[in-house]
């Protein structure tokens, strides 16, 4: 069966029944049988649970399955008896449309309802869009009523947004200037969900978005234009995390979705903060691979929420380290021990990675039918010879039965001390912080600035921006800012070509080869597969 019939085949419980083993019940918001807002400013518990995030190697054009060995650790965890939530992040419709498909796990490792959670779910998506177009239409509006602030129309900062992948708008002239669209989950309104402690401090972050510079080159800021007050209320229905389940009608929390390869690639801060009162163990993912979505979800929102996780998982594939040893498509399934051992070193640098921040990591496999036993023992042999800690994750096909080997050894790992540190101190300077973690989680040997990101960063420390995070903003599909670059590259350089700041969200975005915060379809996009019958089930979606 597709994931989208096993999930049509899974009995769900109503979502009253799924709260209740949260203890949240009386908390929640109903929007059908299956699924919830949290109403999370009346639970006033103190946080308890043990923190456990889930990354992986560099990612491949063939996923990894990430979310389904998050879905599959938190249905593990409750098969062992534990009190365990999965906090995730919500889907964009770029993805589901393009080439990727839906990002609600996979096989017997789901949540559910996954067609409405990877469509229009509660809404949030459209919230976060609409909130931030009402800034871009404010601004224009200001400007054709005179223009009393002065803005210079050839420094305005803030884009407009759609949650779809759309390349035409990467660059469009609009009546009176040119303009580019970003996708929402690049959405400055996005991070500033996703980073709130609270909905007053919503407010106050909404306010301080800087905006546009006048033609004195002096900033302009939403609160300048009257916004906040609007653009909360846009918001007051969409800081509430939302509540759905698993196919085994396990708790699962879903909550803001931002991309990691052009922003910080988490969930919402308040939702890990509500798994964390609410249950033992909080299951968390970080997009793509660690050198994006880890080291942003450490540096960030660690920083930010003052989280200490209690173990890392490194996902890792078998086809994915052959990609790495530049095996081909046609080839990938095939048993081929020699490129696996070459494809290792990806494995390598992000085990050195993660051991920067904390000694708690495991690695685990997430196995594919096509994995043989030589193939494994390899990946088994190279763990043991550095006493790293492996497990074998087969939760998409067995369900939480595949995955209590990888629960069990999670919950050892998340019981031992907790020596999480930082990589970077806040107070270095704006390049100090970027060629921080271009050495030590990219390997970089050198980074060149561009002239524009160069008067960027003087302007910033100008406005005394200095002491906020650096996003670095690269491809995914490798740890430097080349795609071609896999597996473990020696001797390059990197260019940092610009620089943005998100005053409301608080942090410096740092823009690294020719990424884009607009993607576009691919040739045969995922919209060709799907479909809907008379009866409205959903076909394609996956």
Request: aromatic share 8%; hydrophobic share 35%.
């Amino acid at each position: 069966m597709t994931d989208i019939e096993i999930a049509y085949n899974t009995k769900k419980e109503n979502i009253y029944t799924i709260a209740k083993k949260l203890n949240i019940e009386n908390n929640i918001i109903p929007y059908g049988n299956d699924k919830a807002k949290i109403n999370f400013n009346k639970i006033n518990t103190q946080e308890k649970g043990k923190l456990i995030l889930v990354t992986s190697i560099n990612p491949t054009p063939y996923g990894e399955g990430k979310t389904t060995v998050s879905i599959g650790l938190n249905d593990g965890l409750n098969k062992l008896g534990l009190s365990s939530v999965a906090v995730l992040r919500e889907p964009s419709l770029g993805p589901v449309f393009g080439i990727k498909g839906g990002a609600t796990g996979g096989g017997y490792s789901q949540v559910i309802p996954m067609e409405d959670i990877n469509l229009h779910f509660t809404g949030d998506m459209h919230a976060i869009t609409s909130a931030n177009n009402l800034i871009s239409a404010a601004i224009d509006n200001h400007i054709y009523f005179g223009n009393d602030l002065r803005i210079d129309t050839n420094k305005i900062l803030f884009k407009r947004c759609l949650d779809m992948n759309d390349r035409a708008l990467r660059k469009i002239n609009l009546q009176t200037r040119a303009e580019s669209f970003n996708i929402t989950a690049a959405s400055e309104i996005m991070s500033i969900l996703c980073l709130s402690k609270d909905f007053e401090d919503l407010k106050s972050k909404l306010a301080n978005i800087l905006i546009a510079f006048d033609i004195n080159n002096n900033p302009i800021y939403t609160k300048d234009l009257k916004l906040e007050g609007s653009l909360a209320t846009l918001l007051k229905d969409a800081i509430n995390p939302n509540l759905v389940q698993s196919l085994e009608n396990n708790p699962v929390i879903i909550h803001g979705g931002p991309f990691a390869n052009i922003s910080f690639g988490c969930n919402s801060l308040i939702a890990t903060k509500l798994g964390l009162k609410l249950a033992d163990y909080v299951v968390t993912e970080a997009g793509f691979g660690s050198d994006l979505g880890a080291e942003k979800f450490f540096d960030i929102k660690c920083r930010y929420g003052n989280l200490k996780p209690n173990c890392v998982v490194i996902v890792v594939t078998i086809k994915a380290l052959k990609y790495n040893a530049g095996v081909t498509k046609e080839n990938i399934l095939k048993e081929n021990t020699e490129a696996l051992i070459k494809g290792l070193p990806n494995l390598e640098v992000h085990i050195e990675n993660m051991l920067k921040y904390t000694k708690n990591i495991v690695v685990c496999l997430n196995k594919y039918d096509t994995d043989t036993p030589k193939e494994i023992d390899i990946i088994k042999n190279y763990l043991n010879k550095r006493n790293i800690k492996f497990s074998i994750n087969e939760s998409y096909t067995k369900g939480s039965i595949g995955s209590l080997d990888l629960a069990k050894t999670v919950e050892n790992i998340s019981n031992q001390d907790n020596d999480f540190k930082l990589l970077y101190d806040i107070n270095l300077s704006i390049k100090e912080k970027i060629e921080t973690i271009a050495k030590n989680i990219y390997h970089t040997t050198k980074v060149n600035y561009s002239e524009i990101s160069l008067n960027k960063i003087k302007k910033l420390e100008e406005l005394n921006y200095n002491n906020l995070p650096i996003c670095i903003a690269k491809t995914q599909y490798s740890i430097s800012d080349n795609p071609k670059l896999l597996g473990y590259p020696k001797d390059f350089s990197i260019e940092v070509k610009d620089i943005n700041i998100y005053t409301g969200a608080c942090f410096i975005v740092a823009y690294l080869g020719d990424i884009l915060t607009m993607p576009g379809l691919s040739k045969h996009p995922n919209y060709e597969n799907i479909d809907i019958d008379n009866n409205y089930k959903i076909k394609g979606l996956f």
